[in-house]
């Protein structure tokens, strides 16, 4: 009888302090410093309104007053940091070779026609500006916008050389980096702690199983970016006649489970920013 009045107390008392942290986390954690909001992201530039991760995309998404740019980088042969999704040249470019085997020199231009890679469907037409640019391009035309940059390969060169563009252009305040990998984040966050990082996907699971077991308001986040794609989201880019019922409800689960205002607004008033993809 004793030891069930003790468990039964010690849960009780768990499950109040766990929801007392849960809408009150500054009660325990120090709020992240905020040195932008981003509520509207161009995601590479703003692709389906022009060829992506180009100048011309990037500069058409800070006229119409974009919150930030989102693109990806990879490395070429001669390691210069460019801006580019695929790390081969095929869909982009209809060349059959990597962009790490190649010089920034010797790197085609893209395609005039490009498809829209997460919208079904789509394509996109170019104008003039085809190149495939440099990071440093992108920091030097847009010395405050803030960029989220996709770290696309795990590569230690990679990862120095946009870390020591960053620290040159000044931008630590203004860039968030990371990759879905959590091995890429954890070697982003080595390199520079100073750069805010992205949730990889493992840690957005390991967030969710805080969240329903109620630890979370007691365990410190060095992440202060969640950027994560609504799972409805994207089975619409698939053939809708094509969706099983098992993936349709594996959608839905997965919506029901993060789409969590409790969890957002736990995240956010911990000065952690999140972010839908909606397209």
């Known amino acids: 009888m004793c030891a069930a009045v003790y468990v039964l107390s010690t849960v009780t008392g768990y499950v109040?302090?766990?929801?007392?942290?849960?809408?009150?986390?500054?009660?325990?954690?120090?709020?992240k410093r905020e040195t932008f909001v981003s509520k509207h992201?161009?995601?590479?530039?703003?692709?389906?309104?022009?060829?992506e991760n180009t100048m011309m995309a990037f500069k058409h998404a800070v006229d119409v007053g974009t919150d930030m740019l989102e693109l990806d980088c990879h490395?070429?042969?001669d390691e210069q940091v460019v801006v580019s999704?695929?790390?081969?040249?095929?869909?982009?470019?209809?060349?059959d070779t990597?962009?790490?085997?190649?010089?920034y020199a010797e790197l085609p231009p893209y395609l005039c026609r490009l498809g829209v890679t997460f919208q079904r469907e789509c394509?996109?037409?170019?104008?003039?500006?085809?190149?495939?640019?440099l990071l440093r391009d992108v920091f030097d035309a847009f010395p405050n916008t803030p960029v989220n940059i996709d770290i696309k390969v795990n590569n230690d060169t990679l990862i120095k050389?946009?870390?020591e563009l960053v620290v040159k252009y000044d931008r630590a305040h203004l860039t968030v980096w990371g990759n879905a990998s959590n091995q890429i984040v954890r070697k982003c966050y080595k390199e520079n702690p100073h750069i805010p990082v992205l949730f990889s996907l493992p840690r957005v699971l390991q967030l969710l199983g805080l969240f329903y077991t109620g630890l979370l308001p007691f365990v410190p986040i060095k992440e202060q970016f969640l950027e994560i794609p609504m799972p409805s989201i994207i089975t619409k880019l698939q053939d809708p006649s094509r969706l099983t019922r098992g993936q349709r409800f594996i959608a839905w689960l997965a919506d029901t489970l993060l789409m969590r205002k409790a969890l957002f607004d736990h995240l956010t008033a911990r000065g952690i920013q999140v972010k839908l993809h909606l397209w």
């Open 85 to 95: 999704h695929d790390g081969d040249l095929q869909r982009t470019c209809g060349i």
């Open 98 to 103: 990597n962009i790490s085997d190649v010089t």
């Open 16 to 31: 109040l302090t766990s929801a007392l942290l849960l809408k009150c986390p500054n009660l325990l954690h120090r709020k």
């Open 161 to 163: 050389k946009v870390s």
């Open 41 to 51: 992201i161009s995601h590479r530039g703003g692709a389906g309104e022009n060829l």
């Open 75 to 77: 490395l070429t042969k």
């Open 123 to 133: 394509f996109c037409e170019g104008g003039e500006d085809k190149r495939i640019p």
